[in-house]
């Protein structure tokens, strides 16, 4: 928790705050009117300084919601040296530092398996983290969640494509958009390895013993960007983005760009 509140802080003094057109009080931003906009709205001092008219967009100041996911399964708990963290860690550490920069913000937080249950406030990392640590499911439940909030989950997603696409399609019924975030061990990516190499599953896959590791490389690699291209076709039909991350990346980078991605809605194809 004190990590993620360390990279939530040094990202923090890079971005500014999440604000978005809506009604309230404060003034946000000019803009052109368009058709559609009610004739109330249109600022006719600012108009009387150009041949267009203007109308003045104030700020949201209501709170979103944001709802939270960490996948629990075995393979999670994988690292391939001491000095990188195991994708579970890794995970929970963007997910908490993401929730401290939403809770700067002024949003409220849900965790997707932790029904009934909503985090809001500078103080609510700790009860956040407490509950992070007790999510066990390999992809997540059918949860209700509010409708037109934002989802983020973050996973290996090197399990069943099917039950992904069901998850993320059950979340995209209720109007949820969101970011699937893929958090990969380095020799994941590169497969470094080379010989006669005995591979243990994690989840009850058995054993795999392979001669040659060097000789089944490119196979494995095509087979890895064929599975991502196929997570990133699942989040684009349903309205969310696709992230990588890889373990031995610092997690301030990783975050800038989700923080930044959240502030964007993802239209669906």
Do not use: N
């Amino acid at each position: 928790m004190v990590a993620a509140e360390r990279v939530a802080a040094t990202v923090a003094q890079g971005v500014h705050g999440r604000r978005r057109v809506g009604v309230g009080d404060s003034f946000w931003q000019y803009r052109p009117f368009v058709e559609g906009d009610a004739a109330s709205r249109i600022d006719w001092r600012r108009s009387a300084r150009s041949d267009r008219a203007y109308v003045r967009d104030m700020e949201w100041e209501a709170a979103q919601t944001v709802c939270l996911w960490r996948d629990g399964s075995a393979s999670m708990d994988w690292r391939s040296g001491k000095g990188l963290p195991e994708k579970r860690e890794r995970a929970e550490l963007l997910l908490l530092a993401v929730a401290s920069l939403l809770f700067r913000a002024g949003e409220q937080v849900r965790l997707i398996g932790v029904p009934g249950r909503v985090f809001r406030g500078r103080g609510a990392t700790r009860p956040l983290a407490e509950s992070v640590a007790v999510l066990r499911e390999g992809v997540p439940a059918p949860a209700s969640l509010p409708g037109w909030s934002r989802a983020v989950l973050f996973s290996d997603f090197l399990g069943d494509l099917e039950a992904v696409r069901a998850a993320v399609g059950r979340l995209a019924s209720q109007h949820v958009r969101g970011h699937l975030v893929q958090v990969l061990d380095p020799a994941e990516i590169a497969l470094p390895y080379a010989g006669r190499v005995r591979f243990l599953g994690l989840e009850h896959e058995g054993a795999a013993l392979i001669s040659r590791v060097e000789a089944a490389r490119g196979a494995y690699r095509a087979a890895l960007a064929e599975r991502q291209a196929a997570l990133r076709e699942i989040a684009a039909r349903a309205g969310f983005g696709f992230l990588l991350h890889v373990t031995d990346a610092p997690p301030e980078g990783a975050l800038l760009a989700l923080y930044s991605a959240l502030a964007h809605p993802v239209a669906a194809a």
